[in-house]
């Protein structure tokens, strides 16, 4: 795989974006990476199993679309995109088994989405920023994309977020209930993986029914 690194630690994979010079930004073919991990995991074997995704970087996690790649594609081409990130976006969201989203740099567009997909999301306390800036860069969000973000839990803050680009770090994504907690730079993955171990325990099949029933909107 070109830009992202998939390992397992026991009954946990462990998911690396590694394309820090375009701050794991997305193409097509970054796209379609994903999806092809999405469904590498989701034909592994085994009744217990979590999933992270996190970074090789220190200061990005995803900045989301790679705009200057797009626009060179040409107009005709963005409605094909469209479809293929909302594809790939719900390939992380359905995921049948728990998802953990251990954000250690900036989450920004499409990046945010991606982490709002995921059953947990975690961020470093001092450095980075979870924001959705699509009101500032007009681009407005896609019908899939619009229910994804939904899984947020404080509706307030989703829509605060949504309509004001505003950038949020850590300790303020957290206040506002946007992640299930934040933690220092080397404290955040090991936290989040004895999170993912505990939940790698729990029966695969038993889980993925709960997790479609909280998220039925998204199987439509």
């Known amino acids: 795989m070109k830009t992202l690194k998939l390992e397992k630690q026991g009954d946990v994979f462990i998911v690396t974006m590694d394309d820090g010079a375009t701050a794991n930004t997305f193409t097509e073919d970054v796209l379609r990476e994903h999806m092809s991990v999405c469904e590498e995991i989701e034909k592994s074997a085994g009744s217990k199993a979590a999933v992270i995704l996190t970074s090789s970087h220190p200061k990005f996690w995803t900045n989301g679309i790679n705009l200057e790649w797009l626009m060179q594609q040409g107009s005709d081409y963005v409605p094909k995109f469209k479809d293929i990130i909302d ?4 390939c992380w969201t359905r995921l049948p088994l728990p998802t953990l989203a251990c954000i250690n740099g900036h989450a920004f ?9 995921f059953d947990f999301r975690f961020m470093r306390q001092d450095k980075g920023f979870f924001c959705f800036p699509e009101i500032d860069v007009n681009i407005p ?3 899939s994309m619009h229910d994804i ?3 947020l839990p404080n509706k307030q803050a989703l829509w605060e977020l949504a309509l004001t680009g ?4 850590g300790e303020e994504a957290k206040q506002k209930g946007i992640v299930t907690d934040c933690f220092s730079e080397q404290d955040l993955f090991p936290k989040v993986m004895e999170l993912a171990q505990f939940l790698a325990s729990k029966n695969r099949a038993t889980y993925a029914s709960i997790k479609k029933g909280l998220k039925k909107k998204l199987y439509l």
Do not use: P
């Open 87 to 90: 594809e790939m976006l719900l």
């Open 166 to 169: 505003k950038r949020v770090g």
């Open 141 to 143: 969000f896609t019908d």
């Open 109 to 117: 567009g499409g990046g945010a989405i991606l982490a709002c997909g």
């Open 149 to 151: 973000i939904d899984c």
